[in-house]
């Protein structure tokens, strides 16, 4: 029923501000995308040859599926969480809903310090691990229960927005022709939910493969072992091998432009 | 404050929403424009509070060409259709703000301000906020924000669009006893021909960007200009006829009317109050459908033998209407009626009603 | 007619409703299977991260939170979030701004590049500032000569904030700008308002509370920085050390404690934080109607 004022800028003070936005995007985002990019591109040879290297390529593979696996826990887990939170009363929802944010209120570091607690030789697992010859902390397990913390908000969230707006009504109806809560689920609510699940998929990829504090201190980035794409190039900085850390953050920028083109997307159709 | 609009003209894009519209309106007149939706009138509105450029044409206000002159500087009142109200300001600060622009001192704005909500029934509401307040009060706080700062010009964009048919009926008199005592120059615009006939004292029919009349509403009523203004305004039967020796022949049915010559095809419109009804059970030529009530009035829907439908509108306690109910044969007797050639337009149906 | 007289139907319509409709076993479960999945996951280790810092005691949080390299990590945490919060909270308001109200070409573009550190790691969003500002490269160089150090410096800390935080007043900010009614402007302007005291008394008081908002978040995020500062700020203590990296270095040194005490320390500034960016954020719709 509103209507906004949308012009074209055309007067002195409205060039300004356009000016001074482009500007302040161009400072902070732009060049310094430009200035990887053209450091990359302008020594190709290098760069991909410390990527075709097994530990760069075991790193890399190492993030995809610890993304690929949080996509799938986290995705139906996320439908499920929004369900329970927005559909159902009980005592403790508020409580409940705290909680899935937390991950987001802690820095990657605590996370990791506080799993390593749980997991590491020292920690409060650590004996029973042992006695089990079961290795979480230093070995992939770690990683992989990191990132599904500090990714689990994500599709929660993204879906129970949606779901919020919808209401019930349309659920209430397919009671009333018969349907059972099950085909209630898949033929009514899952099309629905499609926009926001989607959003809420790629913004969890996104954190799995953007995943750096935490990993690094519960898996240690061992090469050939617990290093992701990450602590990969955290490494490499250290070492200062600058070909194979600027060559895998191109890696990532880019994938990260791809899960840009379909967040845009996303975001319209929502 | 006399206004004369002259040769408006406004297309978006290829739609031409204003199309060669001139009029005037007198110093201390309440004017309606009535016309359908869509139909141009807002627009035409807007062009002249100076919140649209027109592509062609002038806007004179009290004899002075205003064109080129900024909205905010045309000293003109404008109601919104959905009321616009600042909804982080208080009632009152709504009110004080057009004074508040002009650097009025803060007393004189308490003043101006204790005033209207006075004479607008909202004392007291002072502190409220917009969301606090009924859609009646919000209209009204409009109304009194608009003429705070003492406008030359009163416009109001579908004023009673956005609320209940009750509440309608009393904003519709506040607003004239409003006028009555402020005398400011208004227009309004309206869909809403009951409205306009309540509230206005002449009225311009707006259609399809076009001005198809303008007069008092007893001019509208009574002698329609055109085809579309008989048939807007009012509830009206509209049958397809032939001319006939000076009358409108509509198969059983004929009425004297202005017409064309002998043996043309004519639309005629009858007014449901131009009718006669009485039971006929021999020669009747229809049968009633329907009576229906509508508190002081009754009105009589019948079919045609050969399948026309026409009403007629009549007195609750008519003597008229004895014995008449659904199933009855009536005979039926036209005592006034306007006539127009009939056109190829498809848009218009021969139906009865409005 | 007595109940025992009655016929079957009378009876069951009698009875009372069953407490429990077949249909709440399925939400029951997926209750319970969430809530195990989020026990476990979350509950369970901010557990033993609160454990580890409070079981010492509170001098050993104490003793940890007063060593000096700890203050200043906080310090320079607290200082550079405050400012990314003023930054974003003025560029990010413009940006929205752009965004709902202009008309550009490109605009798809610009809202693309506002979601950017959104999909970015943010380790890679430091080593962008890197492969700008770095010693070695040409602008490093020239600011270098001109006195001014960006990475390895406090500004680089400052830059990878804001980059980081780029997109969140802007997306707070951009749903109040887009239920405006332009309706309010024109009325202002026919009682007479300039374009500056429309913008002034209209169109910011509903966006302050949403700007707030989003600078909170800003400054929250800001606190809990990890990645991007690990990246460009060399991580030098008493002057580039941040306090997340502070706790790296606990936990790297074998001093889980004090680690875990800092920890608990920024846990308790997001806690109290967190309510106050609640109240914020249902400011932006309270005096809507």
Known sequence: MNRVLVVAPRRPGQVAVLGVVLTWLAIILVIPLGALTFTVVARPGDTIRTLLT?????????????????????????????????????????????????????????????????????????????ALDVRIAFAFPSLLIATLFVSLPFTVREVALVLEELGTSEEESAATLGASSLQTFFLVTMPNIRNGLSLGATLTVARALGEFG????????????????????????????????????????????????????????? | MGIRVSHLAKSFGAVKVVDDVSFEVRPGELVALLGPSGGGKSTILRIIAGLEPAD????????????????????????????????????????AFGLRVQGVSRDRQAKRVADLLGLMGLRGLDDRYPSQLSGGQRQRVALARALAPEPKLLLLDEPFGAVDAKVREELRRWLRRLHDEVHTTSIFVTHDQEEAFAVSDRMMIIRQGQLEQAGSPLDILDHPATEFVARFVGDVNVLDGVMDRGRAR?????????????????????????????????????????????????????????????????????????????????????????????????????AVGA | MSIAAAGIDERVAAAPAPLVRPKAHGETLIRAVFVT???????????????????????????AIRAPVAVHALMLSLGTSAIAGVLNGVFGTMIAWVLVRYEVPGKRLISALVDLPFAIPTL????????????????????GAAGISVAYARPGIVLALLFVTLPFVVRAVEPVLLELDAA?????????????????????????????????????????????????????????????????????????????ALSLVLLAVALVLQPLAIALSRATGARRE
């Open chain 3, 184 to 260: 309010e402007e024109e009325a202002a302007m026919m009682l007479g308002a300039g374009p500056l005291r429309t913008l002034v008394s209209i169109v910011l008081p509903p966006l302050v509370p949403a700007i707030a908002a989003g600078s909170l978040q800003v400054f929250s995020r800001s606190i809990a920085e990890f990645g991007s500062i690990a990246a460009v700020s060399g991580n030098i203590p008493f002057r580039t050390l941040t306090a997340p990296v502070q706790i790296l270095g606990d936990v790297e040194g074998g001093d889980p404690s004090s680690a875990a």
């Open chain 2, 56 to 95: 062609r044409g002038e806007v004179w206000l009290d004899g002075a060409r205003v064109d080129h002159v900024h909205a905010r500087d045309r000293q003109v009142g404008f109601v919104f259709q959905h009321y616009a109200l600042f909804r982080h300001m208080t009632v009152a600060q709504n009110v």
């Open chain 2, 250 to 350: 509509m198969g059983p049915l004929a009425v004297d009317v202005d017409g064309p010559c002998d043996g043309s095809p004519v639309r005629v419109v009858i007014r449901g109050y131009d009718l006669a009804f009485w039971r006929d059970d021999e020669a009747g030529v229809a049968r009633v459908s329907r009576v229906i009530p509508l508190g002081d009035r009754m009105r009589v829907e019948a079919v045609l033998d050969g399948g026309t439908l026409i009403f007629g509108q009549f007195p609750r306690h008519s003597s008229q209407l004895v014995g008449v109910q659904a199933g009855s044969r009536i005979a039926i007797r036209v005592k006034h009626a306007r006539a127009w050639p009939l056109a190829a337009d498809t848009a218009d149906s021969a």
């Open chain 3, 124 to 143: 890679v969003a430091g080593i962008l500032l890197v492969a700008l500002y770095g010693p070695q490269t040409w602008v490093g160089r020239t600011l």
């Open chain 1, 54 to 130: 097994p530990d760069a390529l075991f790193a890399l593979g190492q993030s995809i599926t610890i993304a690929a696996i949080a996509l799938v826990v986290n995705g139906v887990l996320g439908v499920v969480g929004a369900l329970v939170l927005v559909r159902q009363r009980f005592r403790g929802r508020r409580v409940l809903d705290a909680l899935v944010d937390m991950p987001l209120a802690l820095s990657p570091v605590m996370t990791g310090l506080a799993f390593l607690l749980l997991f590491g030789r020292n920690g409060i697992l650590g004996p029973t691990l042992e």
């Open chain 3, 37 to 63: 999945y989020v026990a476990i996951l979350v509950v369970v280790p901010i557990a033993a991260l609160m454990w580890e810092g409070l079981s010492g005691g509170p001098s050993v949080i104490w003793t």
């Open chain 1, 214 to 270: 935490a990993v690094l201190v519960v898996g240690g980035a061992i090469a050939g072992a617990t290093q992701t794409a990450t602590t990969y190039i955290y490494v490499a900085m250290e070492e200062r091998q600058v070909a194979g850390a600027y060559g895998m953050a191109m890696i990532l920028a880019t994938a990260a432009a791809g899960l840009l083109v379909l967040l845009q997307k996303r975001r319209r159709e929502v």
